[in-house]
C-alpha cells in the first residue's frame, strides 16, 4: 500500500509510509498466529486494507508537519540540469 499510495497520491508523506509499513507488518504477523486454521487466508488479505487506512490517515494527519518532498511530476528540468545531475527538491 505505502508504494502505490506513494507514487499516486500527491498526499503520500514519509510519516504516513513508516506508520503504514510497520502497523502492516505488526497486523500481518498478529493475524497469522492468532487467526484459526479453518479462517487460512484472510491473515494475508486483511493487513492491506489495514496498512491502507493507516497510510491515508497518518498522512492526512501529518500534512503540516512532514510535507510532500518533490513534485517531480510538475517540474521539468533544464538541459543543464540534465547533464549535472542537479536535484530540484
Known sequence: MPFV???YWRKANAAAAISSIVIG???R???????????AG???L?????SLFTFVSVA???QEISKPQCKAFEYIPTEK???KGLDHC
Open 60 to 62: 492526512l494527519a501529518t
Open 25 to 27: 507488518a505488526i497486523s
Open 29 to 39: 504477523l498478529t493475524l497469522h498466529f492468532t487467526l484459526p486454521a479453518e479462517w
Open 46 to 50: 486483511i493487513p492491506p486494507v489495514i
Open 5 to 7: 499510495q506513494g507514487i
Open 81 to 83: 540540469e540534465l547533464v
Open 42 to 44: 484472510f491473515d494475508t
